[in-house]
């Protein structure tokens, strides 16, 4: 059973930054689809940013440019480094592993993290 557990969020304030973990507990994380979803209170849960197990990286259009995708196989850890967040990236983030496919549809995701709260105050 694979777990991912997500830190390093909280309380920011308008135009902060943070970085979001997840650390992956099994031995496939080099070679697996990586990604990072959110859900607003009152919203459906929507892509942020993935990356693939060769590299390439996928962004929603309201972070590009703000938000950076990366990993470390060295400790199975992916990152989301944010900046210049706004109030409405309010949300809880969660992290989620791919085995196959569209890796910015989540029903391509065979495991979550647990979400951890992003709460940027205006």
């Known amino acids: 059973q694979v777990q991912l557990i997500e830190s390093g969020g909280g309380l920011v304030q308008d135009g902060d930054s943070l970085r979001l973990s997840c650390k992956h507990s099994?031995?496939?994380?080099?070679?697996?689809?990586m990604g990072w979803f959110r859900q607003a209170p009152g919203k459906v849960r929507e892509f942020v940013a993935a990356?693939?197990?060769?590299?390439?990286?996928y962004f929603a259009d309201f972070v590009k440019g703000r938000f950076t995708i990366s990993r470390d196989p060295t400790t199975n850890t992916l990152f989301l480094q944010m900046n210049a967040l706004k109030p409405e990236d309010t949300a809880v983030y969660y992290c989620?592993?791919?085995?196959?496919?569209?890796?910015?549809?989540?029903?391509?995701?065979?495991?979550w993290g647990q979400g951890i709260q992003v709460t940027v105050s205006s």
């Open positions: 990356l693939s197990w060769v590299g390439d990286t």
């Open positions: 989620a592993a791919s085995n196959y496919g569209d890796l910015r549809k989540d029903d391509e995701y065979n495991d």
């Open positions: 099994g031995r496939a994380f080099g070679s697996r689809g």
